[in-house]
């Protein structure tokens, strides 16, 4: 993150920039699509800078609709529209203005809408291998008369976003009784409860008793905390609300009208008691209750092997789609899949928000 | 279906957290609810990769997507934007 300038070789106009995301069969063909960069497709990265630049800078005071922001972009050499990275400006009404780089794979998933309509289409084949580019256009200033052409604030100005709703608590107090589970460097903090990681588990591994096998899961629930000391941002998983009436199948989890309604009343009944007032959805767990595409053929290196690396523990382009639109603008929300590997051994991994994909990241366990 | 028609319907829209909120007027009820849905997960600026369903606050039940809006709901009712996809 640079604070307060734009680096020396940028020029940052006072206009704005509009996106495409164009897709090519080969390296150096022709684009055979250009798909959009809508407002909607910016959030996430919008939602990660102000995670970054403002909640984990102890400054969680600062609401995401405080904040205008602007993708900017950084050009291949040679090139005036072809990005080799992207950079987001995060503007406080006061003038203040961070800037946070990205990678271009910020933008992945209007690549893969687009792969969609090309695959609808008949050009692109499923499974069919393709390259993006993402291209920005220059709009050299903003002209007051066309929102399009405004930087990103908040959306329509009629959206009304809650107050975020967090605890002040000193990180080294839960740190000082956390074990680790995986790389923990990154990202921002998660605490899971033991008996809430273990009911998640259970929910989420529930399905693997049906026959066939079915996807099984829950909500995960719990609060937002902020360090007095170090500034840093946080989460603590308290409880989870097993799915109700979901629709569960091999390889899919679908949440209905009831088991929605559940999650909400559940959840609106322990926000009236004291202790778990400040509680809400925090993540979701479920479980890939299959084994790893592979395990049908044998590792020659089984027997060396002293763990199994094949498993069914990833995030589909499905869980990503889902998260995206359940936690829209809650960058620290994650999901936790428990999965088998090859030797039907139980494994598990979190993954958290980063560039707009959910990546594998690790997690403390408290007592 | 004139009727139908000349019926505009306001909305208290919310997503599914609870963290975003829209109060909306003017909506046509003819509209299919699917296309309303849409529209409003748009001006929230959630996803469009993916469909979108509106949920009775009042009932918990999804709205046909089908059917008019002004059909399944009064006017000023409390609904849910939900996305309509699944986990995998």
Redesign the interface.
């Known amino acids: 993150m640079i604070k307060n300038t734009a680096p020396a070789d940028l020029s940052f106009p006072g206009g704005t920039y509009s996106y495409t995301v164009n897709l090519k069969l080969q390296l150096h063909d022709p684009e055979v699509h250009c798909e959009p960069v809508l407002p909607a497709d910016l959030i996430e990265i919008y939602s990660e800078a102000w995670l970054s630049a403002y909640l984990r800078k102890g400054q969680p005071e600062v609401g995401f609709n405080d904040l205008t922001f602007r993708l900017l972009p950084l050009f291949t050499a040679g090139s005036k529209n072809r990005c080799i990275k992207v950079m987001v400006e995060s503007k406080e009404s006061d003038g203040k203005t961070l800037y946070s780089p990205g990678g271009i794979e910020v933008l992945r998933t209007v690549a893969v809408r687009g792969a969609k309509r090309l695959i609808e289409t008949g050009i692109l084949v499923l499974g069919q291998p393709y390259y993006y580019e993402v291209i920005a256009k220059e709009h050299a200033e903003i002209n007051p008369a066309s929102d399009k052409l405004k930087p990103e604030r908040r959306g329509s100005p009629k959206i009304k976003f809650t107050p975020l709703n967090y605890r002040r608590v000193r990180l080294s107090s839960l740190l000082s009784k956390a074990a680790a589970v995986g790389a923990v460097r990154d990202g921002v903090p998660i605490f899971v409860n033991r008996s809430t990681y273990k009911k998640a588990e259970q929910s989420a591994r529930n399905g693997a008793g049906y026959d066939p096998p079915v996807e099984s899961g829950a909500v995960v629930l719990g609060w937002l905390g902020s360090c007095p000391e170090t500034g840093e941002f946080f989460v603590v998983a308290t409880e989870v609300i097993e799915l109700v009436d979901a629709v569960q199948k091999k390889s899919s989890l679908t949440y209905t009208d009831k088991t929605w309604a559940n999650i909400h009343a559940t959840l609106r009944q322990r926000q009236i008691s004291p202790g778990t007032r400040s509680e809400r959805i925090v993540g979701q767990c479920h479980g890939h209750n299959f084994l790893p595409c592979s395990a049908d053929k044998e590792c020659e290196h089984c027997a060396q092997r002293n763990t199994c690396e094949a498993t069914s523990v990833f995030v589909s382009e499905n869980d990503l789609l889902w998260s995206r639109c359940v936690f829209s603008r809650q960058p620290w929300a994650f999901c936790q899949i428990f999965g088998l590997n090859a030797r039907g051994g139980h494994v598990q991994g979190m993954f958290g928000f980063r560039q707009g994909r959910l990546i594998e990241r690790g997690f403390y366990l408290i007592p | 279906m004139s009727n139908l028609v000349s019926t505009l319907v306001s909305l208290s829209v919310h997503?599914?957290?609870?963290?975003?909120?829209?109060?909306?007027e003017n909506i046509q009820g003819s509209l299919p609810v699917s296309a309303v849905a849409s529209s409003l997960?748009?001006?929230?600026?959630?996803?469009?990769?993916?469909p979108w369903g509106l949920?009775n606050d009042q009932t918990?039940?999804?709205l046909d997507d089908e059917k008019p809006i002004s059909e399944q709901i009064e006017s000023g009712t409390s609904v849910?934007v939900?996305?309509k996809?699944?986990?995998?």
């Open positions: 997503d599914v957290t609870g963290s975003i909120s829209l109060e909306k997960a748009s001006e929230m600026q959630l996803p469009q990769n993916v949920r918990s039940e999804f849910t939900t996305p996809t699944h986990l995998g």
